[in-house]
């Protein structure tokens, strides 16, 4: 159910540093059906961007390059539709929106990749596939 102030669903994607997953989704879904949703991304311990996701959505003619990592708490007491919650430990941390629709997706964090920078990168293209196609299901974009 929207807030009846609101003309778009609100839908906040969360994660713990709210650096890559929960950026990356917010991205896509923003570029997809950014016209029927308000997306906005959070973390429970909010870290920079970080720039191998910024560089992989590049890759993936997304630019999220403007986007900033935010604390859940910025988010305390607003109205939100639906909530994602990206990653298991952030998933424990999410207080109650009332009225809004949980999902929780256990989606593998790519910041921990090590190696060369195209393993790295292949990680991170394989996380912004995964969260393209829950997106894809979950929200009706086609990407």
Do not use: K
Not at 45 to 59: C, E, L
Request: proline share 5%.
């Amino acid at each position: 159910m929207a807030d009846p102030m609101q003309s778009r669903q609100r839908v906040l994607f969360l994660c713990t540093g709210n650096s890559c997953r929960s950026q990356m989704a917010e991205g896509l879904l923003r570029a997809h059906h950014g016209d029927r949703y308000d997306v906005v991304s959070a973390g429970t311990r909010p870290v920079a961007v970080n720039p191998w996701a910024i560089r992989v959505m590049a890759d993936g003619g997304y630019d999220i390059s403007g986007q900033r990592s935010q604390s859940l708490d910025e988010f305390h007491g607003e109205w939100i539709d639906v909530v994602v919650s990206v990653c298991d430990a952030a998933s424990g941390l999410c207080p109650d929106f009332p009225g809004s629709t949980r999902l929780r997706w256990s989606v593998p964090d790519p910041a921990d990749a090590r190696g060369s920078d195209e393993q790295i990168l292949a990680r991170f293209r394989s996380v912004r596939e995964d969260l393209r196609q829950r997106i894809e299901v979950a929200f009706g974009a086609t990407a």
